[in-house]
């Protein structure tokens, strides 16, 4: 397993056009995330899915985004008519127990960053 | 609502210069407590979790100790390749799932 993949790496998009992220988990993982970064800020979180269920959704995920995790595997976050305020790094992460850390541990992909010109 | 606060937002270090991050953390009721090491252009790679006040681990040059209402991460002897941002986080006992909330992060930079 070569761990969190997100598509694509990097997405440069005009202000009112609609861009999707492709995130696949850890294949194990029955639960995911979804998180945005600023730059010189910390992730903040958007959205969880356990399995197909979309389960919580922050008061940051506004009526533009939506998130989908339709077999329980990959995911997609959808960003419509966007905005120069959405240009972040979005980061997936899964979870799963890490015995080493004797903890479920959220391990992060790489991130897909959006900027909005 | 739960809250983390990372202090300083920057640390500058000579090599081998000790120093200690902190994180204040207010949580309505704590599951967890998680460092994270963040690279430019990277996602967050794990380094510890901690439980219950006075809990410490170490890795390497890192040591990460909890109190009821802060951690600490400390870096003995650094070195150029500890220089990335480290994030704290707290899971709180009724998070979704394995939910995180995150602080700002501390950037380092480690100079030779």
């Known amino acids: 397993d070569t761990g969190v993949s997100q598509n694509p790496r990097h997405k440069i998009t005009k202000r009112g056009q609609n861009v999707t992220f492709r995130c696949d988990p850890i294949s194990e993982h029955n639960r995911l995330y979804w998180y945005r970064q600023t730059l010189g800020q910390g992730p903040e979180f958007l959205t969880y899915?356990?399995?197909?269920?979309?389960?919580?959704k922050s008061r940051l995920l506004s009526d533009r985004f939506s998130a989908e995790r339709p077999k329980g595997s990959f995911s997609t976050l959808e960003i419509q008519r966007t905005e120069q305020g959405d240009s972040a790094m979005y980061l997936c992460?899964?979870?799963?127990?890490?015995?080493?850390?004797?903890?479920?541990?959220?391990?992060f992909g790489a991130g897909s960053r959006l900027t909005v010109l | 609502e739960d809250q983390v606060t990372q202090s300083p937002e920057a640390l500058r270090l000579q090599e081998g210069e000790s120093s200690s991050l902190n994180c204040s953390y207010t949580v309505s009721g704590l599951r967890g407590l998680f460092w994270y090491r963040q690279d430019p252009g990277k996602g967050p790679e794990f380094l510890f979790t901690l439980y219950s006040a006075g809990e410490e681990k170490e890795k390497e040059r890192l040591k990460a100790t909890l109190t009821k209402k802060e951690s600490f991460l400390h870096i003995t002897a650094p070195k150029p390749e500890d220089s990335a941002t480290y994030l704290c986080a707290v899971q709180a006992k009724k998070a979704a799932g394995n939910k995180l909330t995150f602080g700002g992060g501390t950037r380092v930079l480690v100079k030779p």
């Open positions: 992460a899964s979870s799963g127990w890490q015995a080493a850390a004797g903890a479920n541990v959220l391990t």
């Open positions: 899915f356990q399995n197909e269920a979309q389960l919580e």
